[in-house]
């Protein structure tokens, strides 16, 4: 690895300034070709990692990606994940809420999708959306069907970022691991690539005149995004804030750190009893005995 991986990170209970953190930084790879070769590597790493980490069936795995628009975590999945087997892993992406998962408490629909042993669980935005863009638009809590005793006292973020920290915990102690992916994007880029979604028919249909609305509030979106991150990142579900305006960067970030991840649980296969061993010797013994056809 040629990142200081360490330095993405916020440690728990942080004091978080994104005008401080950087949206661009210089790139590990010094061509096209060496990003490609770059990120071949670590897509063939995840791959055996992942065929490991199902047959080892001891811990779960769950990736978050928040961002503004055009960041790219459609593109960092579909690269980063490219060689991995669909049958261990389930990407998951949570739009506008549901009646029925509006009768529920804000975590409920999200729960239902966390990913089993063995496999690996990707959430394209995920349950922090209820405090960010919730808190942004706090006018959509007036449909959550919240009791106003517990939205007008003023601390339903903070009983929200309570709320998460503790499931995370749960899931930690259970075996799953989480790691956490904010694409820090400028302004500036995101403009550039929405000039480009315009200009580029094949990507019409990814933009919407309701996404230059949400420009209008982008300082109350960092805001909300300094105070999640800072509140919910912790030793054992970090937060990493990943430069986002080159791409081809981002995608290496984080497939290094999930590569990294996986390493750390130290997998491994399932060893063969000795008795299933025998039963293996007396399968193979049959099928050798069959006669030719």
């Avoid at 005793?149 to 799953?176: A, C, P």
Wanted: proline share 4%; hydrophobic share 35%.
């Amino acid at each position: 690895m040629r990142f200081d991986l360490d330095a993405f990170r916020i440690r728990a209970c942080e004091h978080v300034n994104l005008g401080k953190r950087p949206t661009l930084v210089d790139p590990v790879y010094s061509s096209k070709k060496e990003y490609k070769e770059m990120l071949a590597s670590h897509v063939e790493q995840l791959s055996k990692l992942q065929q490991v980490h199902y047959a080892d069936n001891r811990y779960a795995v769950l990736l978050i990606f928040q961002a503004m628009d055009a960041a790219g975590k459609d593109g960092v999945i579909r690269h980063v994940m490219s060689g991995v087997n669909p049958q261990g892993c389930q990407v998951f992406s949570f739009k506008h809420p549901s009646a029925h998962e509006l009768v529920h408490d804000f975590l409920w629909r999200s729960n239902r999708c966390l990913p089993e042993r063995g496999h690996i669980g990707i959430f394209n935005r995920s349950y922090y959306e209820e405090v960010l863009i919730v808190r942004v638009h706090p006018e959509i809590l007036s449909v959550q069907g919240i009791p106003d005793e517990l939205i007008n006292g003023g601390k339903v973020w903070q009983h929200r970022f309570n709320s998460i920290v503790d499931m995370e915990q749960h899931l930690y102690r259970n075996g799953t691991r989480i790691l956490k992916f904010f694409l820090h994007l400028s302004k500036k880029e995101q403009r550039k690539r929405f000039l480009d979604r315009i200009d580029a028919p094949a990507k019409n249909w990814k933009f919407s005149a309701a996404d230059v609305e949400e420009r209008v509030y982008w300082k109350e979106y960092m805001h909300a995004y300094e105070e999640c991150l800072g509140a919910t990142s912790t030793k054992n579900a970090p937060w990493y804030v990943v430069p986002a305006d080159d791409k081809q960067n981002a995608r290496l970030i984080v497939s290094s750190l999930i590569v990294t991840t996986l390493t750390d649980l130290k997998l491994s296969y399932p060893e063969t009893t000795a008795e299933h061993h025998k039963e293996l010797q007396r399968i193979r013994k049959r099928l050798e005995e069959e006669p030719a056809e």
